[in-house]
């Protein structure tokens, strides 16, 4: 299935020359100005929410130690299901005992503990985490691909254009979040992201508003802000294997790590 | 690996100089003076040894007589007995085994195309699989010895000599955990790298010194190539290692939905 769906889109990839030609025909000169014009984001940030999380992997928040952020995980008290959506939420719910997640995923990376570093060139803007997930967001003018061309992955396609120091982010065609990690809302493919981030002082802010026709009756609308977690000197990739989520009694519970079941 | 994180991050708190070199920001004009100077390598790169490979993982043949391309998996490095050792034990348990992914350095000598994003404080190269390195060249050194620790694509920082990047990178876990093409190196080795553009090849001069698995320097040349049909870049996760085997012999395993209409 996804290697048809691979070798359909390359194939399709191959009959539209002109996409990649608008990223390679910038002067040297005329990338320097567009540059020049960019903001710059340096840091390691982390969802303000989550801020400050130790390594039980429970923010401050959870424990009644700090005030409640936005998020747009399933667990977000605003958000406008349909009736398919609240089937889809409910069923998640029970299931999600002692699941184990493969990442964050889109759009839950965006509203997490791990940290996330912008790059901003001209032509694209990287987002990417600890984790390796990494979003790529076109800037150069560029449309979506035709939709013979797009199939849904767990990070979707992304374009964005700046408005003055604002990155407008269009992101479309992302898998259930809910499948990729037990937190992610059960959006279908057909919902649609509109990101709008700037930095405010230190603190960076996206307003987020998802539509989908098939899960939510209106807009769902998300504040959410980042801060430099404190401690980061660079970005340290690492695989996500430390997901030690288990179950007991209902309850959530973290499994030994690799070391003391060892030691056992 | 959480106590070493834990430990880690207490290491990086004391270790404050590092994020004020990227924070303190050059002031806007000086950073656009500095990106101005770096090179542009738009695209998406591959291996030349992987050019047009199908989704069979065989690349498309070569005009007879061309030469040898050369490959970073190891084989033919100067191994002391450690390294025969470990290369013999590779060689005796590598058959049918199933990879986490590229890992470094293989990820530059892959199918999977990766693409060069440069900045003046940092160089990412990433692939379609969200493998990335994060080369700094704000001016750091590494860290101290004591807040590193060994990882699949390890720690890298670099400087520009004209249009050329130098990397250099250390504390890379034995590639061929992560991978089963990968070289045996120790996570003691040290590898350096020399980029720069040659026309329309990104040309990248290795070289590997590794004390514990090396009699001596190891060189290799890779070029990259621009890959065809590629118009962005599509993360996927590494989910797709259909490696079996048969009789002896590596094959590809049916994709999921086939074995599971069987």
Known sequence: ?264 | MTLRFVAALAAAVLATSGPALAQDAATPEARTEAFAKLPYWPGFWVSEQYLQTTISGSAAPRPPGSPPLERLNGFDAPYNDEGKARQAEAARTRAGRRADGWGYPMMMDAATPFQVMITPEETMIVNAYGETRHIYTDGRPLPPAEDMWPTVWGTSIGHWEGDTLVIETVQVQMPYTYFHGGPVFSEEAKYTERMHLDGDRLVSEFTVEDPVTLTGPWSKTINHVREEGYDRMIQMDFSNDRTGQENGVNTIEPPADEQQAQ
């Open chain 1, 1 to 264: 299935m996804r290697t048809a769906t691979t070798l359909a889109a390359l194939l399709a990839a191959t009959a539209l020359p002109c996409v990649p030609a608008l990223a390679q025909e910038r002067t040297p000169q005329a990338r320097a100005e567009a540059f020049v014009q960019l903001p710059y984001w340096p840091g390691y940030w982390v969802s303000e929410g989550a801020a400050g999380t130790p390594i039980s992997g429970i923010a401050l928040r959870a424990q009644g130690q700090g005030p409640i952020f936005d998020s747009v995980g399933i667990w977000a008290p605003n958000i406008p299901w349909n009736e398919e959506g609240r089937r889809r939420a409910e069923e998640a719910l029970r299931t999600q005992g002692g699941r184990k997640g493969q990442g964050w995923g889109f759009p839950l990376m965006m509203s997490a503990a791990t940290p996330i570093q912008f790059l901003i060139t001209p032509e694209e803007v990287l987002i990417i985490n600890a984790y390796n997930e990494t979003r790529h967001i076109y800037t150069d003018g560029r449309g979506h691909p035709p939709l013979e061309d797009l199939w849904p992955t767990v990070t979707g396609n992304s374009i964005g254009h700046w408005e003055g120091d604002t990155l407008v982010v269009d992101t479309i065609m992302v898998t259930n979040p809910n499948e990729y990690f037990q937190g992610g809302p059960p959006l279908s493919e057909e919902a649609r992201y509109s990101e709008r981030i700037r930095l405010d002082g230190d603190t960076l802010r996206a307003e987020v508003t998802i539509e989908d026709p098939v899960t939510l009756a209106a807009p769902w609308k998300v504040n959410l802000s980042w801060v430099r977690d404190e401690g980061f000197d660079r970005m340290i990739q690492v695989d996500w294997n430390n997901d030690r989520t288990g179950f007991e009694n209902g309850v959530n519970t973290i499994e030994p790590s690799d070391i003391e079941e060892e030691g056992q």
